[in-house]
């Protein structure tokens, strides 16, 4: 019996999928269905999600749509398959990752018309797996989901989570841990690595399909552009750059550090995926670090600018014979075009910080000002998210200064910033409630604090305790809106609840 969603009834769950990716040749992927688990639970289904999906919560509520959520049931229409790939970790290359603990399910195609994969993450091993279980941790699956739907309430594009279920069932990290599977939906998950994967099997054929997969599916203005049509992987290599200098800016603007920017990690749809180390930063400090297998920094906040353009040159690399039949001639246009990636960044960096600046037009001096704030910042300890907050409300009434000059150890050296930035905004028209309403519309009050989120995670695995979670989940889905009794989640850590480490991808 199906419904609207295309979900059917009594005989079974199927999805409405409409699968390319299995389409493309068997040497993209290896096809194989998810490992069942003991005793899946549902523990958090994202209904809004669900329904964007053109899915019932209902029925992936029910007991045969939480046995597709933890892998134990295929559900109609699915061809699941775990994909290859390749990808440089921390500077060094490997031929072969792939998909070693994540089976996608299908894809679907939203409401919107935006088709998204469906994956299962924790699902059981596959011949990508190395020496890995193939499992998924209760703990990162949680962190993955509250950071992620964070990411995406804050307007920065992201893989989203669909689902978190635990299974029943052990997995052995340094410890024994209480197993999940996180249902992770995303554009693709087509990476860099996914291109690196077959460059470095000289697949020249995979590499021309990939690349017009990739094209269909992600940048389809190319097509119709008659400019890029004439030289579609050209434009490719600029679409893919031009969408991570703006979400790598994007980042910078919230204080996020990803913690694992490798190859096999960079989306070429421009999403954030993988939320194995990364957190949010409190005190500004550029060289922040939260991985604990980072020892030397390379993926540090004020380093994520730089490694972008590293990935992206690894990706033209595999699109070099695409580009010309003449070696010489691939190589020069790639670089050209790669340089692009530092005007675009900059030019999104530039105009988020003139928005959490309160700044409605443009003046040659705004980059130095902005840069002197987190200069002082830094030198001062500020907390990053409250300080630009408390800006919005000193721009309304100078009275609040207060409330920002208390986040600089120093506090002298916020106020002969002040000065400076008064001046400039005396150049504006807009009035102060105006300009504290816009700058309170990018400047996120509620972030997921890494303390906050350990203390959610504790409660679910310790205790079983999943009201602190759904708490978070409520004060996160508003980031930008002041409520009353939400005061501590404002809050930045004290004491022993900072100098914080995460741990990559367990
Ligand atoms: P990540 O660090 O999460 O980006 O993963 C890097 C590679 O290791 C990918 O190929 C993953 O599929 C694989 N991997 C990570 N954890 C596991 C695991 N528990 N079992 C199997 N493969 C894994
Ligand atoms: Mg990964």
């Not at 730089?306 to 010309?324: H, K, Q, S, V």
């Amino acid at each position: 019996m199906a419904n609207d969603s295309g979900l059917s009834l009594p005989d079974g769950v199927a999805f409405p999928f409409d699968n390319t990716y299995a389409r493309l040749p068997e040497r993209f992927y290896a096809r194989l269905a998810p490992t069942p688990v003991a005793v899946p639970r549902l523990l958090k289904l994202n209904l809004a999600l669900a329904r964007q999906l053109g899915l019932d919560p209902d029925v992936l509520a029910s007991p045969e749509g939480v046995a597709v959520l933890a892998g134990n049931r295929i559900p109609g229409g699915s061809d699941p398959i775990a994909l290859a790939y390749a990808g440089h970790q921390f500077g060094g290359f490997s031929p072969q990752l792939g998909d070693g603990r994540a089976i996608l399910l299908g894809e679907l195609v939203d409401r919107d018309g935006v088709r998204r994969d469906v994956q299962l993450k924790g699902s059981g091993p596959t011949p990508f797996s190395r020496r890995g279980d193939g499992r998924a941790a209760l703990g990162p699956v949680l962190r993955e989901y509250i950071v992620s739907e964070a990411m995406f309430v804050l307007g920065i594009p992201t893989t989203r989570s669909l689902a978190a279920v635990s299974t029943g069932e052990p997995v052995w990290r340094e410890t024994e841990l209480p197993g999940a599977v996180l249902t992770r939906v995303a554009s693709s998950h087509i990476r860099v690595g996914t291109f690196q994967f077959f460059a470095a099997r000289s697949d020249l054929e995979a590499l021309r399909l990939l690349a017009d997969h990739v094209i269909d599916r992600h940048y389809p203005q190319i097509r119709t552009d008659p400019a890029a049509a004439a030289h579609p992987y050209r434009a490719l290599f600029e679409q893919v750059i031009d969408r991570q200098a703006r979400l790598v800016a994007q980042w910078m603007l919230v204080g996020f550090i990803h913690g694992v920017m490798n190859t096999d990690n960079t989306s070429i749809a421009g999403e954030t995926i993988d939320y194995g180390p990364c957190a949010f930063m409190d005190d500004y400090d550029p060289a922040t670090v939260f991985s604990s297998i980072d020892t030397q920094g390379r993926y540090a906040y004020a380093n994520q600018p730089r490694i972008a353009p590293w990935n992206l040159a690894r990706f033209g690399e595999t699109l070099l014979p695409l580009l010309d039949d003449d070696s010489d001639a691939a190589l020069a246009q790639a670089n050209e075009i790669l340089a692009t990636f530092q005007s675009r960044f900059a030019g999104a960096l530039l105009a988020g910080l003139r928005r959490k600046l309160g700044l409605f037009t443009e003046d040659a001096g705004d980059a130095v000002l902005a840069d002197d704030l987190l200069k002082a910042m830094a030198a001062n300890h500020a907390d990053f998210t409250l300080t630009f907050r408390r800006l919005g409300d000193a721009a309304a009434d100078p009275v609040h200064d207060a409330g920002v000059r208390d986040q600089f150890l120093d506090s002298a050296a916020f106020d002969a910033w002040a000065v400076r930035w008064r001046a400039r905004l005396g150049h504006e028209s807009q009035d102060g409630i105006a300009r504290r309403a816009a700058m309170h519309a990018v400047n996120p009050l509620y972030i997921p604090r890494n303390h906050l989120v350990e203390a959610v995670l504790a409660a679910a695995i310790e205790r079983d305790d999943y009201a602190p979670f759904e708490e978070l989940m409520a004060v996160l889905a508003r980031p930008f809106d002041e409520r009353p009794g939400f005061a501590a989640y404002a809050e930045p850590p004290v004491g022993d609840q900072s100098g914080y480490k995460t741990f990559c991808g367990t």
